[in-house]
């Protein structure tokens, strides 16, 4: 299971920040992620995270701007979200793939077998 927390309305330049909490996997570590969509177009891998080794993968799109971090006692990934742009507006979805051979760029690009219930973000010029 996967619990987003955060999200919300903010000024362009503004930040914000995202959780998502995991429970009920087999498996210590995990890939973890960030999905956003908006009405019409596919949902975008933006950021993932190896919670073992901490890895990460951006998204061209949110590359310097974005920081994708875990707390494995907390089982929780986080996304702050800095110097957000109108064009950032979205749902954002918490992901996350406990399989052996899934990589942090892998899931980004192909999805994952779990997801949270999203979480808009607006950010207003």
């Known amino acids: 299971q996967l619990v987003e927390s955060g999200g919300g309305s903010v000024e362009s330049g503004g930040s914000l920040r995202l959780a998502c909490a995991a429970s009920?996997?087999?498996?210590?570590?995990?890939?973890g992620g960030w999905f956003r969509q908006v009405p019409g177009k596919e949902r975008e891998g933006i950021s993932c995270i190896s919670t073992s080794d901490g890895s990460t993968y951006y998204a061209d799109s949110v590359k310097g701007r974005f920081t994708i971090s875990r707390d494995t006692a907390k089982n929780t990934v986080y996304l702050q979200m800095d110097n957000l742009k109108p064009e950032d507006t979205a749902v954002y979805y918490c992901a996350a793939d406990e399989r052996l051979f899934t990589t942090v760029q892998g899931m980004c690009e192909l999805g994952s077998p779990y997801w949270g219930q999203g979480t808009q973000v607006t950010v207003s010029s």
């Open positions: 009920g996997f087999s498996r210590p570590y995990y890939i």
